[in-house]
């Protein structure tokens, strides 16, 4: 799988490949220069940026990047099930897994991360949108689509509104 992500202050690219993260200096959009790879050894599915930091999906746990060194601040395991994507809203980054968990991790400042709270949405473990305190996780598992909705404003209590 591949994402991509923007620092638009740093005008730098996050992209993900499934195993590197490359760094992408695109304030010239019609010229991109790619500035480094940094292998990643859990992976690279799915990519979310604040403030200078690549926060990277990697099969089991997340990865935070400075995008302006390439340096590995954190791995962060977070379950045993293959990881499918990321979101970032305010100080939280929600990802989910494909045994239907959404993880709820405090971004803490400088690249650092800590888990805070799961919920299991069964046929979720696709993918994930966040917005005003609300996840948006698509029915992967069902065959039939969907999605799922979760009140994400406390990190360490998300709790599901419906599964559709």
């Known amino acids: 799988m591949s994402d991509v992500d923007v620092d638009p202050t740093l005008n730098l690219a996050a992209v993900t490949d499934g195993n590197r993260l490359h760094i992408v200096d695109v304030s010239n959009p019609s010229q991109p220069v790619q500035l480094r790879t940094v292998v990643l050894p859990d992976g690279a599915s799915a990519v979310a940026v604040r403030d200078g930091f690549a926060y990277v999906a990697g ?10 060194t390439g340096e590995i601040i954190q791995t962060l395991p977070v379950t045993l099930a293959r990881l499918t994507d990321v979101a970032i809203e305010g100080a939280g980054l929600f990802t ?3 045994a239907a968990t959404l993880w709820a991790i405090e971004l803490l ?6 888990v805070r709270g ?16 609300i996840a948006y996780m698509t029915a992967a598992q069902l065959g039939s689509g969907g ?7 406390d990190l360490n209590t ?7």
Do not use: E, K
Request: no cysteine.
């Open 59 to 68: 099969r089991t746990a997340l990865v935070s990047v400075d995008l302006v």
């Open 96 to 98: 989910m897994d494909q």
């Open 109 to 114: 400042g400088a690249g650092q991360m800590t």
């Open 118 to 133: 799961s919920l299991v949405a069964s046929g979720t473990g696709g993918d994930i949108f966040v917005g005003n305190g």
């Open 147 to 153: 999605f799922a909705t979760a009140d994400v404003r």
């Open 158 to 164: 998300p709790s599901l509104f419906s599964l559709s």
